[in-house]
T-cell receptor, first 115, second 108 residues
Framework: GAGVSQSPSNKVTEKGKDVELRCDPI?????LYWYRQRLGQGLEFLIY????????KSGLPSDRFSAERTGESVSTLTIQRTQQEDSAVYLC?????????????FGPGTRLTVT | AQRVTQPEKLLSVFKGAPVELKCNYS??????LFWYVQYSRQRLQLLLR??SRESIKGFTADLNKGETSFHLKKPFAQEEDSAMYYC??????????FGGGTRLMVKP
C-alpha cells in the first residue's frame, strides 16, 4: 500500500499566522512520530503517538506547538502564531508499534516557510 | 540522556575511495543503533541496523561499545552513494534519537 503521506508539501505563511500540518501514516501503524529538520541541522524529535495518545510532549519546542491524532490514523501538527524560527521541514514517520520504533517509515515532509 | 554525534557535516570523497562516516553515541543502557539515508528528493529511509550485522549497498557498520561508536564504512564509494546519512539510537522502545547528519558527496 501507500507509504506515509504528508500535506501540504510546501507551506508559506506570514509570521503570526497559525498553520496545520497533516500526516497520514501507513495503515495499521499504531505509532506515529513528528520531527523537525531545520536547514543545515539534523532531525529534531518533537512528539510521538501510541494510538491516539501522546504521553510525552516535552519535545515540542514551545506551547505554540500542539499535535493530535484521531482514529489511530491521521495526525495534525499545529503551530500557532508562527515565528520565522519555525521555518523547517517537518517530517512525520510511522511504525507498526512503539516496540518497532527502530523501523520507522518516513513521509516526504512539509516544508514550512514563515515570512 | 542519550545523544548521537556525527562530527562531520560534510564528507567529500572521490569515486572508488573508501569512506567512513563517523557516529558516536552516549547512552547508559544497551544501545540499538541504526543508519538512515536520505537520497536527493527521496524520503529518509532505514539503511542498516547494528543488530542484523548486515551489509547494505556495500555499507557496513560495527558497534564498538568500548569507543561508543557506530561508524558507517564502505570500501569503494560510488557516485550514487551521495546522500545525507543519519546515525540514530533507539532508547529501548519509543523513540529514535538522531545525529546531526553527514552529507556525503562522491565526486567522479
Amino acid at each position: 500500500g501507500a507509504g506515509v503521506s504528508q500535506s501540504p508539501s510546501n507551506k508559506v505563511t506570514e509570521k503570526g499566522k497559525d498553520v496545520e500540518l497533516r500526516c497520514d501514516p501507513i495503515s495499521g501503524h499504531t505509532a506515529l512520530y513528528w520531527y523537525r529538520q531545520r536547514l543545515g541541522q539534523g532531525l529534531e524529535f518533537l512528539i510521538y503517538f501510541q494510538g491516539n495518545s501522546a504521553p510525552d510532549k516535552s519535545g515540542l519546542p514551545s506551547d505554540r506547538f500542539s499535535a493530535e491524532r484521531t482514529g489511530e490514523s491521521v495526525s495534525t501538527l499545529t503551530i500557532q502564531r508562527t515565528q520565522q524560527e519555525d521555518s523547517a521541514v517537518y517530517l512525520c514517520a510511522s511504525s507498526l508499534s512503539l516496540s518497532r520504533a527502530d523501523e520507522q517509515y518516513f513521509g516526504p515532509g512539509t516544508r514550512l516557510t514563515v515570512t | 540522556a542519550q545523544r548521537v554525534t556525527q562530527p562531520e557535516k560534510l564528507l567529500s570523497v572521490f569515486k572508488g575511495a573508501p569512506v567512513e562516516l563517523k557516529c558516536n553515541y552516549s547512552y547508559s543502557g544497551s544501545p540499538e543503533l541504526f543508519w538512515y539515508v536520505q537520497y536527493s528528493r527521496q524520503r529518509l529511509q532505514l539503511l542498516l541496523r547494528h543488530i542484523s550485522r548486515e551489509s547494505i549497498k556495500g555499507f557496513t557498520a560495527d558497534l564498538n561499545k568500548g569507543e561508543t561508536s557506530f561508524h558507517l564504512k564502505k570500501p569503494f564509494a560510488q557516485e550514487e552513494d551521495s546522500a545525507m546519512y543519519y546515525c540514530a539510537l533507539n532508547n529501548a522502545g519509543n523513540m529514535l534519537t538522531f545525529g546531526g547528519g553527514t552529507r556525503l558527496m562522491v565526486k567522479p
